[in-house]
């Protein structure tokens, strides 16, 4: 057992410490802006970069290239590890604040969900919210992918942590022959968009900070804002427009933007089924949802209804979090088609959460040839993407992992309904944090916080953020006996 763990701890402690040289961004805005929240990362930066190298020091001399089972530990580890390190500005600043709720907020913050305790969000030193939402810019694509660019440097390998965290068909894409250049290329196409958006909101109008703040959340689609009104703060169209934008880019497959930017074409974007499908969902959903609020009287005029429609929409649909209006004081159909659309719509190898367009499709064309072979019994049906056969095996795949998806929700949401937590929020906080989009309904819709939550209620919900970013079987397997068996 210990020469299985060892290389693993030793990959766990440089992520560490490559995940405290993180915090001298925040750090570095702190010192210049003089806030109150400096002596939190001179704190957090050492004991982070100090318990990281540590922990590579004492194992650094093992030499055993990481195996396929040790890729799904390490990346569980990792992203049940980090957050812990990540509260820790959060603890140190704000002292009454419990390891449970910091935990769960930087829980939220790194698996992009953007479920948040915290209230007084305009009080707070630029700092922290800047904190907050880069660990959405640091989840967004996945740390995993981050640091497996240097990875080769320490003579381990990392293809496994690679397929082991990145969702959807890019677990089996070579965009390059070598991974570290594969991560590379994604960050460079990320950051590339991120400082785009950034931009744009500046010029937008937004203050640098909030600029930052929201092109980080909207980018990594989580929900993070430096306000407590949320995005609604600017009341401005303007934002809003920039802002859904940039969502839907995010919520497209990076693997196509990396291939669109290297060969500086727009043929791969022609070629993605998977977008045509993702954009034809949300911006459907937006003008049929304008409708229905304009019908229902939510507002006075058609214009308004399709406002709010589409930035509700599109914030969902992609996971990004980021409201508003309250949609919890809408009709009760509206709020469940939002998290209805939270469950699918993004595509795999994006930022977003859920169980990804691609497999909703898979699923739609096994359905489809279901009732086909009903009225053709003989006949020889395939089921294809494109031109392109599924084999049977990626069916039988997408076919258990939508059970478990839903064994998932169902059981946890059962966790919470015996812990006190009425039947809807109970449900709605699942389907929200499962699929990584934050806001749910009831008592944890857009206009609260999770802070209503007891403790136990809260880990829950911490447990469902971690269970939906590592798309569910990376978790589970590494909780099976088989898992550890020689």
Known sequence: MQDRLVPILKVLGMVIAVFGLTMLFPLVISEAMADAARHAYDTSVLITIGGGLGLWSLTRYSKRELRARDGFLLVVLIWAILPIFAALPLLIYLPDLSLTDAYFETMSGLTTTGASVLSGLDHLPASINIWRAQLHLIGGLGVIVLVVAVLPLLGIGGRQMFKAETPGPMKDTKLTPRMAETAKGLWVVYLSITLVCMAALWLGGMNWVDAIVHAFSIMGLGGFSSHDASFGYFDSVTLEIIAMVFA????????????????????????????????????????????????????????????????????????????????????YFAGLWLLFLC?????????????????????????????????????????????????NKITYAVLAFLFIYVASIVALSFVLIASGLDVFT?????????NNAGPGLNQVGPSTTYAVLTDFQTWVCSFSMLLGRLELFTLLVVLTPAFWRR
């Not at 003008?287 to 930035?311: C, Q």
């Not at 699923?363 to 599924?390: C, F, M, S, W």
């Not at 109970?426 to 499962?434: E, K, L, N, R």
Request: aromatic share 14%.
């Open 248 to 331: 839907l880019i995010a919520g497209m497959n990076f693997a196509t933007h990396f291939l669109a930017f290297r060969g500086l074409s727009f043929n791969p974007y022609r070629f993605d089924l998977e977008m045509r499908w993702f954009l034809f969902v949300v911006l459907g959903s937006c003008l049929g949802l304008g409708l229905f609020l304009w019908f229902n009287d939510v507002y006075v005029d058609f214009p308004t209804a399709l406002r709010h429609a589409s930035f509700s929409t599109i914030s969902m649909a992609t996971t990004m979090g980021l409201a508003t209006a309250d949609f919890n004081a809408w009709p």
């Open 343 to 391: 469950s699918f719509s993004t595509s795999a190898g994006s930022t977003g959460g859920g169980i990804k367009m691609m497999r909703a499709i898979i699923l739609y064309k096994q359905v489809y040839r279901e009732l086909k072979r009903l009225l053709h019994p003989n006949a020889q049906l395939l089921t294809r993407l494109g031109d392109t056969p599924i084999p």
């Open 426 to 434: 109970a449900f709605t906080a699942v389907v929200a944090t499962i």
